[in-house]
């Protein structure tokens, strides 16, 4: 599952912490209100029936009848309390709802039923008390006092006599729920209010983080100047403060890195140049030394071979160090030409004296726009390798599509190590130790490839299924529109 971003996270901490504490205040000044009203409801009816019934004292008789316990009902009851009064098991008769009852009938008729023995048992010990009863037709507080007796000299005690009031708490309950909706408008009004403070704290936020992610990826891109503008003093100015002073300072080193490289490549490029000259002279030498070393008496005979052979080596070395240094620079250019691609490698085969031991599968009449020259060295590179390194067969297949050629050069010897061949194509690499003194200069290989890639094509390499090194050479059959710039 997909996590959320930074904005949604943020939107859900602030509703969530909106809603909780919404909830949280909403509900506690709600059951405060509630318990308030409630109470002040309670105390204001307690009240109210003690006072009727304080016009009662002194009582006239401790064994009221039927009529006279009607009486004190009556006395006990208003237009919105209608009252019984209890003896025993004897309750007065239901009194009539007074004149201008707010309520008639209602819970007049249901009184005795709605008063619990607990209640009844408290008031019976004397005690006022209260009890609250949500009948079908709203929440009613039954209030139940005992009448009491005071002799001069002896404790307060009860009558006997006990009187119960009703008293409906529908505009009590109807102010509750309007307290409750009031503070559920409050809430959805926080939320939308926390939700608005989100969108605005988010902004905030996540811009210098988009931003310091923009410049970040063009950073990755290259874009060593890339900078962002520091706003403010916060935690993320100092984040900006600190990718302009990483960027700075990368920037700088690159320069630095840049110009070395640059300095190394200009060096190479002019000793390179500087011993074309005596390796001329050289090469003169070695090869009247090579011709006369037949004739010369050991060991100087074999000083004149090595002599000869070490300086051919040198002069590849300085031939492939000046190439590669063109590329590098980026003035390496191709001189394209319609070739016959499979004539074109026949006579880099015989050239070499390698017809014979190379098999090859050479379709006729793949044609492409090559620069010949690149091409040649890029296929010399690629059999000599398998010559020198393999074991035969040696074979080379040409396939073409309506687009593309593709050469692949393979030998049948143990193929590469694995953790060679992310190598092979590097500078002056050589897979054995042992071969560090053998011929070639180890820049054979990286420039075929540089080749390749000039032509938009490319050069890879792995191990066939059946043993092996396999190298597939991959070229479009037509330059693209910036190709074809004579060198």
Aim: aromatic fraction near 4%; proline fraction near 7%.
């Amino acid at each position: 599952m997909p996590s959320l971003g930074l904005r949604a996270r943020l939107l859900s901490a602030f509703a969530l912490l909106c809603v909780v504490t919404a909830v949280a205040v909403a509900g506690g000044l709600y059951v405060l209100a509630r318990n308030e009203i409630l109470q002040r409801t309670q105390d204001a009816t307690v009240e109210s029936m003690r006072d009727r019934l304080e016009t009662l004292y002194p009582l006239r008789t401790l064994t009221p009848n039927e009529e006279e316990l009607g009486m004190i009902a009556a006395t006990a009851s208003d237009n919105e309390s209608p009252a019984i009064a209890i003896q025993g098991e004897t309750h007065s008769p239901l009194p009539p709802p007074p004149p201008g009852s707010l309520r008639p009938g209602g819970i007049r008729g249901r009184i005795p039923d709605t008063i619990s023995p607990k209640l009844r048992q408290m008031v019976a010990q004397g005690r006022t008390a209260w009890q609250r009863v949500a009948l079908q037709d709203g929440v009613w507080l039954i209030v139940g006092m005992p009448l009491l007796v005071a002799e001069r000299g002896a404790p307060t005690r009860p009558s006997g006599i006990e009187v119960y009031a009703a008293r409906s708490l529908q505009s009590e309950q109807r102010s509750i729920d309007r307290i409750a909706w009031l503070a559920w408008l409050t809430s959805g009004a926080a939320l939308a209010f926390a939700v608005v403070l989100a969108l605005l704290a988010t902004r905030g936020v996540l811009r210098p983080v988009r931003e310091l992610g923009r410049a970040a990826r063009l950073l990755g891109e290259g874009e060593l100047r890339t900078r962002i503008a520091v706003r403010g003093s916060d935690e993320l100015a100092d984040v900006a403060r600190t990718f302009n002073n990483t960027a700075a300072e990368l920037e700088r080193h690159v320069a630095q890195l840049r110009e070395m490289e640059a300095d190394a490549r200009r060096f190479v490029a002019d000793v390179s140049h500087e011993l074309r000259t005596p390796l001329a002279a050289l090469a003169a030498v070695a090869e009247v030394l090579d011709e006369e070393a037949a004739g010369l008496p050991e060991p100087a005979g074999r000083a004149a071979r090595l002599v000869s052979q070490e300086t051919l080596n040198l002069t590849g070395l300085v031939n492939d160090l000046i190439e590669i240094s063109r590329f590098d620079s980026g003035v390496a250019a191709l001189a394209l030409n319609e070739v016959d691609v499979a004539e074109l490698v026949r006579a880099t085969l015989r050239a070499r004296g390698w017809s014979d031991a190379v098999d090859t599968d050479l379709p006729p009449g793949v044609t492409a726009r090559l620069d010949p020259r690149r091409v040649d060295v890029i296929l010399a590179n690629l059999v000599g390798n398998a010559l020198r390194h393999g074991e035969p067969p040696v074979s080379l297949r040409l396939t073409a599509d309506p687009h593309h050629i593709t050469v692949e050069v393979r030998d049948h010897g143990p193929g590469l190590d694995e953790e060679v061949l992310p190598h092979v194509f590097d500078r002056f690499y050589k897979a054995s130790a042992a071969r560090a003194r053998s011929e070639g200069s180890g820049l054979g290989l990286a420039i075929a490839r540089e080749n390749a890639r000039l032509h938009h094509g490319d050069l890879t390499v792995t191990n066939a299924p059946d043993g092996g090194a396999l190298f597939t050479l991959h070229l479009p059959r037509l330059p693209r529109p910036t190709d074809g710039a004579p060198e």
